[in-house]
């Protein structure tokens, strides 16, 4: 008989999207890479995947490149989270299908960076 409770409390958050809700898939051009300072493999790597990006670098982005911004489909997501700066993860093994993945809440943000801290 198999049980109908979630296996974690990670896997209670995923929802059938593949991903907790508290990120975003994303899929970064090399040139966005380049402007934002985190090309995969050498400014954020499998053992430092991490790179904090400004808010307002973000908008800037939106406003420059409009549609054609890599961060257009979480436009909304970044003008309402509260703080200056918004955690971009390398997804090296496409864990949730992207090479890239924000964080969209402060919390999952301080969690993210207190278990890096404990790690380093």
Do not use: W
């Not at 961060?71 to 997804?91: G, H, R, T």
Request: glycine share 4%; with cysteine.
């Amino acid at each position: 008989m198999s049980s109908k409770r979630p296996k974690s409390k990670e896997a209670s958050k995923i929802k059938g999207k593949g991903h907790p809700d508290y990120i975003f898939p994303l899929v970064l051009t090399s040139a966005t890479q380049e402007l934002f300072g985190c090309q995969a493999d050498e400014d954020v790597t499998g053992e430092n995947p991490y790179k904090l990006l400004k808010k307002e670098d973000i908008i800037k982005d939106m406003k420059t490149r409009a549609s054609v911004s890599d961060f257009s489909p979480v436009k909304q997501l970044v003008l309402d989270y509260p703080e200056d700066e918004l955690l971009l993860v390398f997804d090296r093994d496409f864990t949730y299908g992207q090479s890239f993945y924000l964080v969209l809440t402060v919390e999952a943000k301080e969690n993210i960076l207190k278990v890096r801290k404990q790690d380093g």
